[in-house]
């Protein structure tokens, strides 16, 4: 059963909110997120830039999907297997989304579809990490999949309001994006509150340490990452530019 069952406090939430950085990690993610608005601006504009974005974003709903049905609903207890089917529910109805939207722009979504090998490399130190902290904790493997699972969705908070704050009001995208972006705040909030429902006093410590190394292991990829979006995106616009 769940070590409390009081609602989520002040304290919960500054304990499970992403820590303010400083220094030279602060001034990283202000670089990266930098590169990172003029990468999107750039896959913005040709047609095949726009598609691997929607393809980024699909691939990023089904690991989820996955996630959930494979990892989350065999192993959930009952309080919480509610709250995994509505989450699964609105995952799938991303994916058909984001699908839908590359159909409408002439591509057919590929039937088997793989993450790129930096974010394998991130879910693979993901999931060690899991494995390593799961004993620590009363409910085993249920707290690092959702403290795992809180740094990927305030993750995906972060890009989608960024990719939203990047594009016109009018553009297409703008409607699933923002849609999109509002169910990824709830399943925010409720990885926030499983975890506060899952974890005692004892164990939050220990569960701190574990968000921070989920967190670090996100930056450490964030450079790579945003260089790779914008060369993309440069060599996407001069191809389809030199195609016409």
């Known amino acids: 059963r769940p070590a409390a069952h009081q609602p989520m406090t002040v304290v919960h939430l500054a304990a499970f909110a992403a820590p303010r950085l400083g220094g030279w990690p602060r001034l990283q993610a202000w670089l990266v997120d ?28 089904e690991a989820t999907e996955k996630t959930l049905q494979h990892e989350l609903m065999p192993t959930a207890p009952a309080w ?26 002439g591509m057919q979504p590929p039937a088997e579809l793989r993450p790129d090998w930096l974010s394998r490399a991130k879910i693979g130190r993901w999931q060690r990490i899991a494995r390593r902290h799961a004993p620590h ?27 939203c704050s990047v594009l016109p009001a009018d553009h297409p ?61 440069v060599w996407l616009r001069l191809r389809a530019r030199f195609v016409e």
């Not at 930098?34 to 709903?61: N, T, W």
């Not at 989450?87 to 722009?105: C, D, P, V």
């Not at 403290?147 to 972060?158: D, F, P, S, T, V």
Request: positive net charge; charged residues 25%.
């Open 34 to 61: 930098r590169v990172k608005r003029e990468a999107l601006r750039q896959l913005h504009a040709s047609r095949a830039g726009e598609l691997l974005l929607l393809r980024v974003y699909l691939i990023g709903e």
């Open 80 to 105: 919480l297997q509610r709250q995994v089917d509505q989450h699964l529910r609105e995952e799938q109805e991303h994916s058909e989304l984001f699908a839908a939207a590359m159909r409408e722009r």
């Open 137 to 163: 904790f009363q409910q085993g493997v249920l707290v690092p999949a959702y403290a795992i699972g809180l740094c990927a969705e305030q993750m995906a908070e972060r890009v989608l309001s960024r990719h």
């Open 173 to 233: 995208l703008q409607p699933l994006l923002a849609r999109v972006l509002h169910d990824e705040g709830k399943h925010v909030r409720l990885c926030m509150r499983t975890l506060s429902l899952s974890v005692s006093e004892a164990e939050m410590p220990h569960l701190q340490r574990l968000l921070a190394e989920a967190r670090a292991v996100d930056r450490s990829f964030g450079v790579s990452g945003a260089v790779g979006m914008y060369l993309a995106g």
